[in-house]
């Protein structure tokens, strides 16, 4: 859930989501409400944990990371927006911790950065939309800011794992487009890849940096 400008990978991964749920089948298309309660708890208590003035800065993006990293399964994440880099990685363990811990910083920086916005409101689930029966789930959800009144819309892709409903995507809506924040993150780093012949390092040295600028953000805002 980051703020971009709509470029053409965008636009692409927005309609790679939108072809996500159109190839659901009529079949398929009943709710999850396990699926929809995961979402509901973890990211109500992200929110909460945002809003809560009473504790520390530190307190809160601690507390924001405990909820993200059981809502999110992160690593799997990580993987996939490395797209045909990732066996790069994960040939090299040393390598694959780098990028594991400097993506899921950038993650919930960007989580935290758009969700500041509704610190103090609540997420409602509105549907679902199983693609597998009881393994792949799409549910929707809005948060009303509590300052502007602007809901946002988002949708939240759940796969049940080893490790239960984990969310592996999340999409929300940018200039009237819907983004995927993973697939469209996967295009931004195959360009930048491309770029550099495969050098992880140096995506790594630039998420780093993004991830700071988002943080000093969040700091300002907390003031």
């Not at 636009?11 to 709710?31: D, H, M, Q, Y």
């Not at 679902?128 to 929707?140: A, M, N, P």
């Not at 969310?167 to 993150?185: K, L, M, P, R, Y």
Request: proline share 2%.
């Amino acid at each position: 859930m980051t703020e971009v400008s709509v470029t053409r990978s965008v636009v692409l991964a927005a309609l790679a989501g939108v072809a996500v749920l159109i190839a659901a089948s009529p079949a398929a298309a009943a709710r999850n409400e396990v699926a929809e309660q995961h979402v509901l708890t973890h990211a109500n208590a992200a929110l909460d944990a945002l809003a809560d003035r009473s504790a520390s800065h530190s307190a809160r993006e601690a507390a924001f990371r405990t909820s993200i990293t059981q809502m999110a399964d992160v690593p799997r994440i990580a993987t996939f927006v490395l797209g045909r880099y990732g066996v790069r990685v994960r040939s090299d363990p040393a390598l694959h911790a780098l990028w594991l811990q400097a993506f899921e910083d950038y993650t919930l920086a960007v989580y935290q950065d758009q969700l500041n916005r509704y610190a103090g409101s609540q997420v409602r689930i509105t549907g679902s939309l199983e693609r597998v029966q009881g393994r792949d789930v799409v549910v929707r959800s809005e948060m009303t800011s509590p300052v502007s009144g602007r809901i946002l819309t988002l949708q939240w892709r759940v796969l049940q794992g080893a490790n239960g409903w984990r969310v592996t995507d999340v999409s929300f809506v940018a200039d009237g487009n819907e983004i995927w924040f993973a697939q469209q993150q996967q295009s931004e780093f195959a360009l930048q890849l491309d770029r550099t012949n495969g050098d992880i390092n140096a995506l790594i040295s630039g998420v780093r940096a993004r991830t700071a600028d988002l943080r000093q953000r969040a700091l300002a805002s907390a003031r």
